[in-house]
């Protein structure tokens, strides 16, 4: 069976550019693929585009299916984040970010847009999506005091067993830990099959493997949608994974 993850790193969204790509896509796949995910392991920046001024909008032209969130979604504290998070369709995954004691970010947990993790049901059965955001934010941006960030590898743990409690047949990990750190996530829950990191300036490889977990990796300065193609068995293991990419994107520098 085939698995399509259509995916974003670390871009400026463009209103000028073809986001009907998407949708081509999707359709396209529907001859080919039994099922087709739209994901983000990126920061999104709404303000410095064109769509600034419309961005609900915006944000239903994009439909993803969930997204990571980084650590420029802190940058203006909590209520920079709601603002963000109130143009968005669909859910931010940050498994190791807790808003339960944050009045303004509270209510976003409840309804659905700032979740741990997300479980899609399938061809394939349950697919276990969750996020994962570096605790060096609360030093490198600027998140609320009543925003707590927790270890990423013991919540990976907590997370990897729900979802096979759940019974999920595939898990993919969306994260912004970058790849030192997500290689020993790989070595330490196989459970994983798929991490999809954020950008990196390191190596112009996409796809690597860890044990059994496939880690798919863009260069920072290579603004592109991301098609990863994947064959899994009936009972989700990986069998091959191939990745090609359509360029749409403006490049974004955070320097």
């Excluded at 986001?19 to 039994?34: C, F, G, Q, V, W």
């Excluded at 909590?78 to 807790?98: E, I, R, T, Y």
């Excluded at 394939?124 to 707590?148: Q, R």
């Amino acid at each position: 069976m085939k698995l399509t993850i259509l995916h974003t790193n670390n871009v400026i969204l463009n209103s000028n550019n073809h986001y009907s790509l998407i949708d081509e896509i999707k359709e396209r796949n529907k001859k080919t693929a039994e099922e087709t995910l739209f994901l983000g392991a990126t920061d999104i920046n709404f303000s410095k585009s064109n769509y600034q001024n419309d961005e609900k909008i915006f944000s239903k032209k994009l439909k993803y299916d969930a997204i990571a969130i980084g650590e420029h979604q802190f940058d203006e504290g909590s209520q920079g984040l709601a603002k963000f998070l109130k143009q968005l369709d669909f859910p931010v995954l940050a498994a190791n970010v807790h808003i339960e004691k944050d009045e303004i970010l509270n209510t976003f947990e409840k309804n659905g847009k700032f979740l741990p993790y997300l479980l899609k049901e399938s061809k394939f059965g349950k697919i276990g999506i969750f996020g994962l955001t570096p605790m060096s934010t609360v030093y490198d941006s600027c998140p609320s005091s009543d925003t707590i960030f927790t270890n990423p590898s013991d919540r990976t743990e907590f997370i990897v067993k729900m979802l096979k409690k759940k019974e999920a047949n595939l898990i993919i990990l969306l994260s912004q830990l970058g790849q030192d750190e997500n290689q020993i996530l790989a070595q330490k829950f196989p459970e994983i099959d798929v991490i999809i990191d954020r950008a990196t300036y390191k190596t112009d490889k996409t796809i690597n493997k860890w044990k059994e977990t496939l880690m798919v990796q863009t260069m920072a300065d290579f603004p592109s949608i991301f098609e990863l193609e994947l064959e899994v068995d009936e009972e989700g293991k990986l069998l091959t994974a191939q990745e090609k990419y359509h360029e749409v994107f403006e490049s974004v520098n955070y320097g």
